[in-house]
Structure formats: C-alpha cells, structure tokens
C-alpha cells in the first residue's frame, strides 16, 4: 500500500494536481480508513510532496536564475474559469439531488476520457 500511494503522490505532484482525491480513495477503499483519517493522511502526503517539489524549484532556480516557477498567462486563463465552475457547482449541489450530480461527474469524465484518447 505504501508503494502504492508513493506512487500515486509522485506522478500527481510531477503532475501539479495534489493527487488529494486519488489518495483519499486508495486509503479508504484499500485499507478500510474512515473519511476523516483518510483525508488527513491525505493531506499529509499532499504537504510533504508539495515541499519535495518546493525543494527541486529552488534547487533549479539556483542553477537558472531566468527559470520561472510560474507561468503567469496560464494562471490568467485559469483563475476566472474555476471561479465560475466553482460558483456553477455549488448553484447545482444545492438544486439538484446527489444522485443527477453523480451521473453528471460520470458523463463529464467519460468525456474527458474519450477526448483524450482521440487526440
């Protein structure tokens, strides 16, 4: 199991997702954890990759001072679309039944999925 979320942590921290959502998963559905210990664990390994990466920017900024750690026109891009999918999902979490939310989460990953396979 170790191996396994060490594996997880480090392809979504190389990633820049956190992996919040894959760990939490792994830890409640593989070792029987209850939501509240699975998420803090999960938040614990959350930090100590976000540090480890941390760590590596530094290391690269030292050899490179013109490395920027942050793409700042993709952060412009970005930022208003999660404000406004954010500010959706919770007009829709509070309007419609959890079970509607469920099968909209599955389709929009499906989605995904198909997209990403046919490129």
């Known amino acids: ?10 392809f979504t921290s190389a990633s820049g997702i956190g ?3 894959i760990n939490s998963v792994l ?4 070792n029987n ?3 509240k210990k699975a998420f803090s664990i ?3 390994i959350i930090l100590s990759s976000s540090i480890a990466v941390f760590y590596i920017g530094i290391k690269i ?4 001072p013109n490395y920027s750690f942050v793409d700042y026109d993709v952060i412009s891009v970005f930022v208003p679309m999660l404000a ?12 419609l ?3 509607f939310l469920n099968i909209l989460l599955f389709v929009n990953i499906i989605y995904g999925i198909i997209s990403y396979f046919l490129k």
Do not use: C, R, V
């Open 1 to 10: 199991m170790i191996i396994l979320l060490a594996f997880t942590s480090t």
């Open 19 to 21: 992996g919040g959502a």
């Open 27 to 30: 830890l409640m559905y593989l």
């Open 33 to 35: 954890f209850s939501p």
């Open 42 to 44: 999960s938040n614990f």
């Open 61 to 64: 900024k030292e050899e490179n």
């Open 84 to 95: 406004i999918g954010g500010k959706i999902g919770q007009t829709l979490l509070m309007i």
């Open 97 to 99: 039944p959890a079970i």
